[in-house]
């Protein structure tokens, strides 16, 4: 069963493990991760997000999931943590640059709005800049 939770110092070595498994060639930001929410099967870690502090602007910088994370209300709910824990914190907004037409519809439903960046994806760069007021 797949349950959304803050990380915790105890989920450290999971969570390594897990951005090491979906992205090799990445090395993980600890200071990052502590701001993550995760998805987790049991113990184990099968999906993340997590925000870059500025102040008050958090920049999303993780999200990763496997295949066993199905569908998108599972994301929608870790979202829905992620905002909670980041205006806990002071973080008044948040902001993603989005490299794909699919990424910014599932962040359209995550309530986003596109802020910048040109209206066309193309390429493997993030084209648009993408974000959402946590003071509302």
């Keep these: ?5 803050g990380y915790t ?3 450290e070595a999971s969570v390594i493990h897990f951005i090491r498994k979906v992205q090799a060639h990445r090395q993980p930001e600890m200071e990052i991760i502590k701001r993550s929410v995760l998805i987790k ?3 184990e870690v099968v999906g993340m ?4 502090s500025h102040d008050d602007l958090g920049m999303i910088r993780y999200l990763l999931y496997d295949a066993r994370v199905a569908g998108v209300d599972i994301i929608v709910e870790m979202f829905f943590e992620l905002y909670k824990k980041a205006y806990e914190k002071g973080i008044k907004k948040l902001t993603a640059q989005i490299p794909s037409q699919e990424v910014g519809t599932l962040f359209e439903l995550l309530g986003f709005e596109a802020v ?3 209206a066309s994806f193309q ?3 993030a ?8 003071d509302k």
Excluded: F, T, W
């Design 127 to 134: 084209d648009v800049v993408m974000s959402i007021a946590l």
């Design 9 to 11: 110092q105890p989920d």
């Design 49 to 52: 997000v997590s925000y870059e």
């Design 41 to 43: 099967d049991g113990l």
């Design 116 to 118: 910048g960046g040109r």
């Design 1 to 5: 069963m797949l349950k959304v939770e």
């Design 123 to 125: 390429g493997n760069a």
